[in-house]
Structure formats: C-alpha cells, structure tokens
T-cell receptor, first 113, second 115 residues
Framework: KQEVTQIPAALSVPEGENLVLNCSFT??????LQWFRQDPGKGLTSLLL?????REQTSGRLNASLDKSSGRSTLYIAASQPGDSATYLC????????????FGAGTILRVKS | DTEVTQTPKHLVMGMTNKKSLKCEQH?????MYWYKQKAKKPPELMFV???????INESVPSRFSPECPNSSLLNLHLHALQPEDSALYLC??????????????FGSGTRLTVV
C-alpha cells in the first residue's frame, strides 16, 4: 500500500527565506506527482505536476524535483512571502489507469513579515 | 473554463435531512472524484467516476450516494448523516485523453456540518 510522508509537518520562516519541503513515497510505481496548496477551509490549488519520467518542474518561484527511484520529491520555494503561508500537500497518482491520488499529510507553512 | 465548481459552499443539515452536493466542470474531463477531508487531515478518496460510470467506491457508507448524470456533472446525495460526517467535501476532475500526463483539478469544496 502506498504511503506518502511529508516533512516537516510545520515550518515557520521569516519573509525572504528560501525553503524546501520534502515528500517521500514508498511505492515507486507512480504515474506522476502533484504538489498542491491549500488555504484554510478552501479547496486545493495545483502548483506543479511532475511526470514519472521527469526530474523537475518550475513555475515562477517554485521548483519541484522528483527522484522516482528513491521515492522522493522536494518543493523549493524561493524568496518566500507572507502570501505563501498555506498548507502544502504532495500527492502521487497510481493504480489502474491512474485513478487514485494518494496524499501526504501536508506541511503547514507560515511566512512571517 | 478551467475550473471545477462546487455548490453549495456551506451546508448545515440535520441527521434526518436529505441534501445533495453538486459539482460541475466544463473542461471535457471524463474522470470525476469525490474526496472527504477532515480538519488538519489530507483528503481521502470516496468515489471515482470514469466515463460516467462508478469505477471506485472506497467502502463508503450507503448514506452517501453518488450520481453522475452526464459528463459535466457529479452529485453526492446525502441522507441520514451522522455528526462525524461533518467535513470539507471536495470534487475533482481529470482529463482521460492522455492518462499519463494530466493532473487533477479540484473545486473549492463544500463545508458540511451535520447537527
């Protein structure tokens, strides 16, 4: 059974810092990995999608990497801002026809101004 | 249109009520999902519809009844719920034309409170 773990569970940093969020998964047979952002009480916003054949994806200040063989992904946030404060979830897609998305428990990020 | 729209945003219902949650997308996605999310927990899969047919039911109690009347619409019918069913209910969709390459799009959720 796939298990997805995110470290740290919570992170508090001053504005302007670069930071790294970690995600690990136990079964490397995945289609892709997706990073989401969730603000309190809201839905999920997709940040980055990395295919199983890719090593990294970038969008603005965000960079996500994937090492499928070791079961790890990182989300790098450059020059953090208070508006980045949210819960960050990673999820791997697998199963027959890729019909299951398995989530980690998330990292709660607080960026202090 | 690149959104998944869920209505209502908030719902309070009694344990004897019958209500429905609605989810709509116009991206041509043929896979649609219901997830349940309790506070401070990750979303948990409830149901998967593929081409308007139920393909996965994650052993969800029968008081939750999904329905996919067409390729754009997904409903979740609720009846005789318990207070522990209070949660954020999220709908998602995914394109199926290129199953390897397409990510999920989530709606903003329905906050359900059972009293």
């Amino acid at each position: 059974k796939q298990e997805v773990t995110q470290i740290p569970a919570a992170l508090s940093v001053p504005e302007g810092e670069n930071l790294v969020l970690n995600c690990s998964f136990t079964d490397s047979a995945i289609y892709n990995l997706q990073w989401f952002r969730q603000d309190p009480g809201k839905g999920l916003t997709s940040l980055l999608l990395i295919q199983s054949s890719q090593r990294e994806q970038t969008s603005g200040r965000l960079n996500a990497s994937l090492d499928k063989s070791s079961g790890r992904s990182t989300l790098y946030i450059a020059a953090s801002q208070p508006g980045d404060s949210a819960t960050y979830l990673c999820a791997v897609r697998q199963g027959e026809y890729g019909n299951k998305l398995v989530f980690g428990a998330g990292t709660i990020l607080r960026v202090k101004s | 249109d690149t959104e998944v729209t869920q209505t209502p945003k908030h719902l309070v219902m009694g344990m004897t009520n019958k209500k429905s949650l609605k989810c709509e997308q116009h991206m041509g996605h043929r896979a649609m999902y219901w997830y349940k999310q309790k506070a401070k927990k990750p979303p948990e899969l409830m149901f998967v519809y593929s081409y308007e047919k139920l393909s996965i039911n994650e052993s969800v109690p029968s008081r939750f009844s999904p329905e996919c009347p067409n390729s754009s619409l997904l409903n979740l019918h609720l009846h005789a719920l318990q207070p522990e069913d209070s949660a954020l209910y999220l709908c998602a969709s995914r394109g199926t034309g290129t199953p390897i390459g397409v990510g999920y799009t989530f709606g903003s959720g329905t906050r359900l409170t059972v009293v």
